[in-house]
Every structure is written in C-alpha cells, then in structure tokens.
C-alpha cells in the first residue's frame, strides 16, 4: 500500500501541476490511499455490477445483498447481518481484539451502534417475547398487589384513649361538690 | 465544662483542611513518592477521624448543632446562594462513621492496589470522592449539595473505570451515569421547583414556607433522585455493574457511602416530604419492591461480590421503605450500621477474592475458615449483623425498622414484601457462609492464601469491633428524634426475629442432605428471572439504546441529509418548478388548438364583462 501510494504521488508530481506546496498537496492526496473506485456508488443493477461491488467490498458474490433500492441513499452498500460485536467469538485472534475485527472486513452500515460499548444482540436463554411478558407481567402483578394493598391496609387496632378516674374529672377541672358522670371504660 | 459554638465549626473545618491538604500539596510537588498514599492520604484520613469525634461528643453530651453561613456566591435582589454548612444529628455523626469506614478501607487498599502502577492516582480520586460526601452531608443548601452529589457520581464512574484496559470494565461504568442521570434530571426539577416558588435553596427556608404548596412535584423529583443514586427498582442495574471496580472502590462507595446519598438526599428533606402522603406511600412501596427482588436476586448468583451488592440494593430498599414509614432518623441509623457490617463484608470478599487467585465464584470457594479464620471470622459476624442477629449493630436498625413497620398503618403487600425480604436476607446469608466458608474446598490447590498481613487484618478488625458494637454506642448515647411505639403484642415485637429464623431454617434445610436433592432445574422459569434480574437490563440495555440510535441515525440521514438538505431544499425547487415550466412550455408550442383555446377563452370574458 506504501508503495501504491509513493507511486502515486510521485506521478502527481512529474505532473508538474503547480509549484512548491501547491505541487506537494495533491502528491499528498494522491498518496493518502484509496481512489474514487473504492468509494460507495449507485445500487448495482446488473450482475456485472453486483460482482463489482462484492469485490470492492471484499466480500464473496454470494454474500454481496444490498440495501433495497427504495431511494434512501444507501446505494451499492452491502447489507450486513445486524449482529453485535458482541457476539463474535472472544478467543479468535482478531486484527483489532477491542472491536473484535479484522482488517478489510465490510463495516456494518450502523457499526458505531453495534460496538462491543453498545447495542448487545448476543442471544439470550430466553426469546424476547418471553422476556417482555414475564417482566410486564411481574411488575403489572406488583402494581396490582400494592392497589390491593392499598385496599385493605396493615394497621395495630386502635381506640380512644381510656383514663381512669371518671376520666380524671377532677384534674380535667371538673366541680368536686358535684357527682361526676361515671364513665364505663369496658364491661367484662 | 462550656464549649464554645467555635469549637465545633473549627473542628469540623480542621477535619476538611486534612482532607484537602494531601490534594492541593500533590498540585505544586515534584512527582509523588510511591509512598505518597501510605505516608499521607492514610494518616490524613486517620487524623480527619479522630478529630471529627470532638464535635460528636459535643453533640452527644450537649446536643450542640450548628449551621455556619460563610461566603455568598451569588447576591441578587429575591435570591441569595452561599457557602453554607449544617452540623446537625445527621452530618455531626456520619462524619465519623464515613471517616473511620474510609480509613479501614484505604488501610486495606494499601495492600490490594500495592501492585498497581498508578496507586497514587487511585487514592487521589478516593479522597476527592470522599470530601464530595463530606461536602454532601454537611451543605445547608440545595445548590452545595447538588455539587456534593455531582462530584461523588463523577468519581465513582472514575473509580468503577479504573481498570480501563478490560472492555468490561469500560462498559459497565457507563450504567452508572446513565442510570444516575436520569435521577439527577428530577433533583434538577425540584431545584427548579424551589428556586421558582420558594425563592430559596436554603434548608431552613424551604421548610418554613412550605405552608400552602403542593410538594408532591418537586418531591417526586427527589424520590427520582434517590431512585437513582441509591439503585431502587427500575435504575438498580448500575450497581452489580459497579462490582467491575476494585474491591475498596465496592466498598466505600457502593456499600457505605455513594449510594445512600439517595436515602440521605431523602432524610435531609424529610420536613417536606412528611407533607405528602402521596409521596411516602411511593417511597414505601418502591423500597419494597426493590428489597424484595434484590433479596431474589442474589439468592440465584454465584459471583461473590455481585450477591453482596445485590444485598446492598436489598438493604437501600429498606432503608427507602423507613423513609416511606415517616422514620427518617431509623432510616439513618440504618445507614450508619449498614456501613461498617457491609464495608466489612466487601474487605472480606477482596480478602478472599485475592487469596483464591481472582476468583469470585463462590461454587469454587469453600473450607476457607480453616486457611483465613480471621476473615472467615469477620465474615460471618458482617453476614450475622446483616440478618440482625439480637445484639449487634444490625439487630438495633433493623428490628426497630421493622417494628415500625408492623405497628404502622400501612400497605399491607409492602408489608409482605419486606418481610420476604428480610427471610431471603437470611437464606442468602447463609448460602454465602455455606458455599464460601464450608464444608469442602473446591478451589484450586495451589493459590496465595494468607492472611497475616496487618494491611488486610486491621481494617478488619476495626470494622468488626463497628459491626458488634456500634448498635449498642449509637442507641445508648443518642436519642431517638421520635418517640417508637413502646407497646405492642409480643409476636410484633419478635416479627423480624421470627422471619429471619424461619430464612434461617429454610437456608439450613437447603443445604442439608434431604434438601440438596432439589434441583434448580426443576424450576427453571423463576432461576432464570432472578438470575437474569428480571430481564430488566437485558430488555431496557437492549431496546432503549438501539431505538435511540437507529433514530438519530435516521434523523441525521434521511431527514435531515435526504429530506430538509435534499427534498426540501434545492430538490424541492426543482420539483415545484417542473410542472409549472411544463404547463408554460406546453402553452408556448404554437398550436392552432392552443391559440383558438385562448381566443375563445378571451371572446367570453370580453362578453360577459360587456354584458354585466
């Protein structure tokens, strides 16, 4: 690739457009690697064109699909699976072990979402409508219980303070010369 | 004997002074010795301790509170904020507690992180962290205890991250900002809320004019707060997550310290949430649900530190559901003891964890009292406090809390919760001691246990004298600020002790001979729930990112790019523009149809004007 490119520069120079640094920079872009051809063109129509683009892509014809032609500018770019990386196997001797990746393979069109930091698809023990049933049904269970709850509360049972004496008539101010209302806590 | 007021406002300064000192020296210093945490954040925090006990003592004989109002920051016409401090029942003792806790810790830490090569950093960040709790705990104002609050998030992601090189240890941190950023958008609401009705951040004032409003909002915001910081049901993921730091960081923040900022944050304005019913009943039924499905899930996990912290979010309910039961100040004794026996518990783990060579499930443990007895010992004395064994320092929270609870006019499904939560408190206690401690060894044969340095011995003893004894100290010489219930039935009274024996006796049966014949595959359905966590982190982590995502990559390609930059912009000129072109080029081909159209078209207008 190094060598690609000092070619390339090079040429760009005997080109002999411009001088000094306006002669350099194009050098320089023509040195940084990749040409218009390994950009994403249009959606690929024959399948001349698919063959094309699976080999741009690096990938097998077999495995080359891409996005539909439905016109939102997804053109010639090959729809990967949507699969975390996650899920690729932590062992492998990969080119990049953090993003589990190896250099020149296809990049998923949403791959910042599927890194190993973000959106998980690894398969779980349960399928995801189960998994969505049982946890609304446990929390709408326990909201349901907390109504009840609710309903018929815990308490210890009360009732009004009893005090002796006639209800302390005297102490409550009551008239010592008069009889008091002789007030019956509880009958046994 | 007359204590100035000075001398508790200098002394509780003195002790932020240590604290501070050992940072802003590492500012201006040449490159710090290797030793640096050894010779001067320990004997710092060791010294902050000591010193911080003179104020407590001034409390405890002459009930000496204050507030001290220092520097303004801000000084407008209507609103004033400034540097305020509040040494009351609640800073005046957590001050000690979070004081003695982090010196045990950072004595432990000096032997676990001995091999790391950026040890210094590491203590630094602690020590940040706990002069933001100290700063928490002692504001007078909202706006100095948001700081508080903000500063020991940042430093607890920090802390969690520290081993960055692992990828799961940089992507279980981000649960945790995640997580508290959703409760920080509600104490920014009640913040707001104060600041727009109530003209005032400060304590004293928002509790004198609370007459005449409706709380119930901003209150909410705070209960979303607390949910946040202290891992209720519904953002609770982040704390088994936080289990990928290292050991001290699980046990200073995550047990002790960071994540009852929540129940504290709750406590501290406990005046205005009495004012709503509304709002006690939320907190005493989400404190529930919280014990009762944390207890759940660290009966089917098998990671050592993930079941003590699932135990930690079990305990953070309870303390949510005192606040629901109006009983802040059990609430906060609640916290003081769950310090020392749950902080005691994490060194235990990080003891054990580092003696079996890195290895944390407790399948493969076992036989350990007989190689560690010291840690086997502090072990099971943390995990009897836990379960409230009568007499030590769980024993005098825990029971009372329940007590209240059962004397209390309630709901009776939170009721139930709690006190399944309190058995399974003691099944998985007992799992722990089984399965950690006993019968056989299951672990490799070769593995650097040991315990005989004083590094790891220390700490433990400390927090072990604090397990048993603590209790006692703190229900002898501080005073209840309401008055229990004095009488009640006796099966009231004994309600917590009963639940947790019959955990107990169901916990020794499962291990027994006649109970290990059942097997969790027989019950697939409620292992996998428990031992998933519901499948709440799996759905929520899952759907929640992906949607936002794929949105924003939506809106950034086909709306905004295709559809405002392309369709409606120049594409949509060209589009408008076509059809009106074609109807004029059409018009201007010089057809004799065209032209006897338009001049018939003009005859009848000439005539209709002409006629009307």
């Given at each position: 690739?190094?060598?690609?490119?000092?070619?390339?520069?090079?040429?760009?120079?005997?080109?002999?457009?411009?001088?000094?640094?306006?002669?350099?920079l194009?050098?320089?872009?023509?040195?940084?690697?990749?040409?218009?051809?390994?950009?994403?063109?249009?959606?690929?129509?024959?399948?001349?064109?698919?063959?094309?683009?699976?080999?741009?892509?690096?990938m097998?014809?077999?495995?080359?699909?891409?996005?539909?032609?439905?016109?939102?500018?997804?053109?010639?770019?090959?729809?990967?699976?949507d699969?975390?990386?996650?899920?690729?196997?932590?062992?492998?001797?990969?080119?990049?072990?953090?993003?589990?990746?190896?250099?020149?393979?296809?990049?998923?069109?949403?791959?910042?979402?599927?890194?190993?930091?973000?959106?998980?698809?690894?398969?779980?023990?349960?399928?995801?409508?189960?998994?969505?049933?049982?946890?609304?049904?446990?929390?709408?269970?326990m909201?349901?219980?907390?109504?009840?709850?609710?309903?018929?509360?815990?308490?210890?049972?009360?009732?009004?303070?009893?005090?002796?004496?006639?209800?302390?008539?005297?102490?409550?101010?009551?008239?010592p010369?008069?009889?008091?209302?002789?007030?019956?806590?509880?009958?046994? | 004997?007359?204590?100035?007021?000075?001398?508790?406002?200098?002394?509780?300064?003195?002790?932020?002074?240590?604290?501070?000192?050992?940072?802003?020296?590492?500012?201006?210093?040449?490159?710090?010795?290797?030793?640096?945490?050894?010779?001067?954040?320990?004997?710092?925090?060791?010294?902050?301790?000591?010193?911080?006990?003179?104020?407590?003592?001034?409390?405890?004989?002459?009930?000496?509170?204050?507030?001290?109002?220092?520097?303004?920051?801000?000084?407008?016409?209507?609103?004033?904020?400034?540097?305020?401090?509040?040494?009351?029942h609640?800073?005046?003792?957590?001050?000690?507690?979070?004081?003695?806790?982090?010196?045990?810790?950072?004595?432990?830490?000096?032997?676990?992180?001995?091999?790391?090569?950026?040890?210094?950093?590491?203590?630094?960040?602690?020590?940040?962290?706990?002069?933001?709790?100290?700063?928490?705990?002692?504001?007078?104002?909202?706006?100095?205890?948001?700081?508080?609050?903000?500063?020991?998030?940042?430093?607890?992601?920090?802390?969690?991250?520290?081993?960055?090189?692992?990828?799961?240890?940089?992507?279980?941190?981000?649960?945790?900002p995640?997580?508290?950023?959703?409760?920080?958008?509600?104490?920014?609401?009640?913040?707001?809320?104060?600041?727009?009705?109530?003209?005032?951040?400060?304590?004293?004032?928002?509790?004198?004019?609370?007459?005449?409003?409706?709380?119930?909002?901003?209150?909410?915001?705070?209960?979303?707060?607390a949910?946040?910081k202290?891992?209720?049901?519904?953002?609770h993921?982040?704390?088994?997550?936080?289990?990928?730091?290292?050991?001290?960081?699980?046990?200073?923040?995550h047990?002790?310290?960071?994540?009852?900022?929540?129940?504290?944050?709750?406590?501290?304005?406990?005046?205005?949430?009495?004012?709503?019913?509304?709002?006690?009943?939320?907190?005493?039924?989400?404190?529930?649900?919280?014990?009762?499905?944390?207890?759940?899930?660290?009966?089917?996990?098998?990671?050592?530190?993930k079941?003590?912290?699932?135990?930690?979010?079990?305990?953070?309910?309870?303390?949510?559901?005192?606040?629901?039961?109006?009983?802040?100040?059990?609430?906060?004794?609640?916290?003081c003891?769950h310090?020392?026996?749950?902080?005691?518990?994490?060194?235990?783990?990080?003891?054990?964890?580092?003696?079996?060579?890195?290895e944390?499930?407790?399948?493969?443990?076992?036989?350990?009292?007989?190689?560690?007895?010291?840690?086997?010992?502090?072990?099971?004395?943390?995990?009897?406090?836990?379960?409230?064994?009568?007499?030590?320092?769980?024993?005098?929270?825990?029971?009372?809390?329940?007590?209240?609870?059962?004397?209390?006019?309630?709901?009776?499904?939170?009721?139930?919760?709690?006190?399944?939560?309190?058995?399974?408190?003691?099944?998985?206690?007992?799992?722990?001691?089984?399965f950690?401690?006993?019968?056989?060894?299951?672990?490799?044969?070769?593995?650097?246990?040991?315990?005989?340095?004083?590094?790891?011995?220390?700490?433990?003893?400390?927090?072990v004298?604090?397990?048993?004894?603590?209790?006692?100290w703190?229900?002898?010489?501080?005073?209840?600020?309401?008055?229990?219930?004095?009488?009640?039935?006796?099966?009231?009274?004994?309600?917590?002790?009963?639940?947790?024996?019959?955990?107990?006796?169901?916990?020794?049966?499962?291990?027994?001979?006649?109970?290990?014949?059942?097997?969790?595959?027989?019950?697939p359905?409620?292992?996998?729930?428990?031992?998933?966590?519901?499948?709440?982190?799996?759905?929520?982590?899952?759907?929640?990112?992906?949607?936002?995502?794929?949105?924003?990559?939506?809106?950034?390609?086909?709306?905004?790019?295709?559809?405002?930059?392309?369709?409606?912009?120049?594409?949509?000129?060209?589009?408008?523009?076509?059809?009106?072109?074609?109807?004029?080029?059409?018009?201007?081909?010089?057809?004799?149809?065209?032209?006897?159209?338009?001049?018939?078209?003009?005859?009848?207008?000439?005539?209709?004007?002409?006629?009307?």
């Amino acid at each position: 690739m190094a060598g690609v490119g000092f070619r390339r520069w090079a040429q760009a120079l005997s080109r002999g457009k411009g001088s000094g640094l306006s002669a350099l920079l194009p050098g320089c872009r023509a040195a940084s690697g990749g040409s218009k051809a390994d950009l994403p063109s249009s959606y690929p129509l024959t399948p001349e064109a698919k063959a094309a683009a699976a080999k741009k892509y690096n990938m097998r014809v077999e495995d080359y699909k891409p996005y539909p032609n439905q016109g939102e500018g997804y053109g010639d770019y090959p729809k990967l699976p949507d699969k975390s990386q996650q899920e690729r196997d932590p062992w492998y001797q990969w080119d990049h072990p953090d993003l589990r990746r190896n250099w020149g393979e296809p990049m998923h069109w949403n791959f910042d979402m599927f890194t190993r930091n973000r959106v998980d698809t690894s398969p779980s023990s349960m399928s995801w409508s189960s998994m969505c049933k049982t946890m609304f049904g446990f929390i709408g269970f326990m909201m349901f219980m907390f109504y009840v709850g609710e309903q018929f509360p815990s308490y210890q049972p009360v009732a009004p303070k009893q005090y002796p004496y006639n209800n302390l008539y005297l102490e409550n101010g009551g008239d010592p010369e008069k009889a008091p209302e002789e007030v019956v806590n509880y009958k046994i | 004997m007359f204590f100035p007021a000075s001398v508790l406002t200098s002394t509780l300064i003195i002790t932020l002074f240590l604290l501070t000192y050992p940072l802003v020296l590492s500012l201006f210093s040449a490159p710090l010795k290797s030793s640096w945490a050894t010779t001067h954040v320990k004997p710092a925090v060791k010294g902050a301790f000591f010193v911080s006990l003179l104020p407590l003592i001034l409390f405890i004989n002459f009930g000496m509170e204050q507030v001290v109002s220092t520097w303004t920051w801000s000084h407008t016409l209507t609103f004033d904020m400034s540097v305020s401090f509040k040494f009351d029942h609640y800073s005046l003792i957590f001050t000690p507690v979070a004081l003695y806790v982090t010196w045990s810790i950072l004595e432990f830490a000096t032997w676990y992180m001995q091999d790391d090569p950026h040890m210094n950093r590491f203590f630094k960040y602690l020590l940040i962290f706990l002069i933001a709790m100290i700063v928490l705990v002692t504001a007078d104002n909202l706006f100095q205890l948001f700081i508080g609050w903000e500063g020991v998030g940042i430093m607890s992601f920090l802390l969690i991250g520290w081993w960055s090189g692992r990828a799961d240890a940089n992507t279980n941190p981000r649960r945790h900002p995640s997580h508290n950023r959703v409760g920080d958008i509600g104490l920014i609401f009640a913040l707001a809320w104060m600041a727009t009705n109530m003209n005032s951040w400060e304590l004293q004032q928002i509790f004198v004019a609370l007459k005449g409003f409706n709380v119930t909002p901003p209150v909410l915001g705070l209960i979303i707060a607390a949910a946040g910081k202290s891992a209720q049901f519904g953002l609770h993921p982040w704390l088994p997550s936080a289990m990928e730091g290292p050991t001290p960081v699980s046990a200073l923040l995550h047990s002790s310290t960071m994540v009852v900022a929540g129940i504290f944050l709750l406590i501290r304005m406990s005046p205005m949430i009495e004012k709503s019913p509304a709002a006690l009943t939320l907190c005493l039924c989400l404190g529930a649900l919280t014990s009762m499905f944390t207890a759940c899930c660290a009966l089917t996990h098998n990671d050592l530190k993930k079941v003590i912290a699932f135990s930690t979010a079990s305990q953070l309910g309870l303390m949510m559901v005192t606040i629901g039961l109006n009983q802040p100040h059990l609430a906060f004794l609640h916290i003081c003891m769950h310090a020392f026996f749950k902080a005691m518990l994490f060194l235990c783990s990080g003891s054990i964890i580092h003696s079996l060579g890195g290895e944390q499930d407790i399948r493969k443990m076992g036989a350990l009292h007989r190689q560690t007895p010291w840690t086997s010992s502090c072990f099971i004395v943390g995990t009897l406090a836990l379960t409230g064994m009568p007499f030590l320092s769980g024993f005098f929270s825990k029971d009372a809390i329940i007590e209240a609870m059962t004397t209390s006019y309630l709901n009776t499904w939170a009721l139930v919760l709690t006190l399944f939560a309190t058995a399974f408190t003691a099944i998985y206690s007992v799992r722990l001691i089984y399965f950690v401690l006993m019968p056989n060894p299951r672990s490799m044969t070769i593995t650097p246990i040991g315990e005989a340095n004083p590094q790891v011995l220390n700490p433990l003893k400390r927090l072990v004298w604090g397990s048993i004894f603590a209790g006692l100290w703190f229900t002898l010489g501080i005073n209840p600020l309401k008055i229990p219930v004095m009488s009640m039935p006796p099966t009231i009274k004994l309600t917590a002790l009963l639940v947790t024996i019959a955990g107990l006796l169901i916990a020794l049966w499962f291990i027994s001979p006649s109970g290990a014949r059942i097997q969790t595959t027989l019950f697939p359905t409620p292992h996998h729930f428990t031992s998933m966590l519901g499948y709440y982190p799996t759905l929520v982590h899952r759907m929640t990112p992906k949607l936002s995502l794929m949105w924003g990559q939506t809106a950034a390609d086909q709306t905004i790019d295709q559809n405002w930059l392309e369709e409606i912009g120049p594409k949509a000129t060209a589009t408008l523009s076509k059809p009106l072109i074609t109807i004029t080029s059409e018009m201007q081909q010089g057809r004799m149809k065209t032209h006897l159209l338009f001049f018939f078209l003009g005859l009848t207008l000439m005539c209709s004007m002409i006629i009307y």
